[in-house]
Structures are given as C-alpha cells and as structure tokens.
C-alpha cells in the first residue's frame, strides 16, 4: 500500500479537530519549502542552492549586491532561468540573515 494510500485510511478514523490539527502542521512544515531552492548535506556543503545546479544562493545574491544585473547573471549562469532568480531573491528575504552570514564567512575565506 502506498503512503499516500495509508495516511488517507488514516485520515478517515480522524475527528474534524485531528485532522484540523494535523493540517496545521502540514502548513507549518510547508511553510519552509521554498521552490526551485534546495539543501543538500552533500551538495555545497549544504547551502541553499539552485535546484539542478550548485550554485548557492548566497553567490547570486552577492553578486546582486555588487551591481551584477539579472542579465549579467543569467549569462554568466546559462543553467539559471529567470524563476530560478526569483526564487533565490524570496529565499533570501526570508533566509536574510543565514545568506548574510554564508556571505560573510566565503568573504574571510
């Protein structure tokens, strides 16, 4: 039987609160997710990145922070689309300060 197949047997013999409860948490863990960004252990040492690349996050938005125009960056990055940018820039306005430090500790590198 399927996962899916199971936690919906499961979901029957649930009260409307359990289930109300339990969506709350599916919310909760979903609010994490961010699309096109994905950490790894064994992939860039575990940083945010790119799906499909290793290219970290902190690196675009540094390079944002520099001046590099999306343009420059998509060319320099011919894997990258314009969603990828995107989702790199609402990562790290939720991410702010874990990027800040990415970039902080490449830079004393």
Same mark, same amino acid.
């Given at each position: ?29 979903? #609010?994490?997710?961010?699309? #096109? ?73």
């Amino acid at each position: 039987m399927s996962t899916i197949r199971e936690a919906e047997k499961i979901l029957t013999t649930l009260t409307r609160a359990e289930k109300a409860q339990l969506l709350q948490w599916v919310v909760r863990d979903l #609010g994490d997710a961010f699309p #096109g960004i994905e950490s790894t252990p064994d992939v860039c040492g575990g940083e945010p990145r790119i799906v499909r690349t290793r290219i970290p996050v902190w690196i675009l938005v540094q390079s944002k922070h520099l001046g590099i125009s999306e343009a420059d960056l998509l060319r320099a990055y011919p894997t990258l689309n314009a969603e990828d940018l995107a989702n790199a820039w609402a990562y790290y306005r939720s991410h702010h300060n874990e990027i800040d430090l990415q970039i902080r500790e490449n830079e004393e590198a």
